[in-house]
């Protein structure tokens, strides 16, 4: 069974960086890509990042593109979203998530992805 367990939230000003991990255990690790989601209060949960598993060619959400990047250690089993620049509608709850099957004309959607973590909180004041 896939485990996916996420750390680093907290709470920072407006501009300021974070970066969060998540650890993925439970699977060969190779064999998933690895995605960010967000759901802010009263939101739909949004895509926010994914590096596939094979190549690591990585895909970004329009609101988060060029101050958000994420990548890989395959040693040890983990994907770190890095975030700078982060402003007040990055207040969200982030989850990641992980398939063994992701397609590029579906690997925005959440139904694409069979494991979950159960989240970290970030919130950004002004």
């Known amino acids: 069974q896939v485990h996916l367990v996420e750390s680093g939230g907290g709470l920072v000003q407006t501009g300021y960086s974070l970066r969060l991990s998540c650890e993925v255990s439970?699977?060969?690790?190779?064999?998933?890509?690895v995605a960010w989601f967000r759901q802010a209060p009263g939101k739909e949960r949004e895509f926010v990042a994914v590096?596939?598993?094979?190549?690591?060619?990585?895909y970004y959400g329009d609101s988060v593109k060029g101050r958000f990047t994420i990548f890989r250690d395959n040693v040890k089993n983990m994907v770190h979203l890095q975030m700078n620049s982060l402003l007040p509608e990055d207040t969200a709850v982030y989850y990641c998530?992980?398939?063994?099957?992701?397609?590029?004309?579906?690997?925005?959607?959440?139904?694409?992805?069979?494991?979950w973590g159960q989240g970290t909180q970030v919130t950004v004041s002004s």
């Open positions: 998530a992980a398939s063994s099957t992701l397609i590029l004309s579906t690997l925005r959607i959440q139904g694409s992805y069979a494991h």
């Open positions: 590096i596939r598993r094979t190549g690591g060619r990585t």
């Open positions: 439970g699977g060969t690790f190779s064999h998933y890509g």
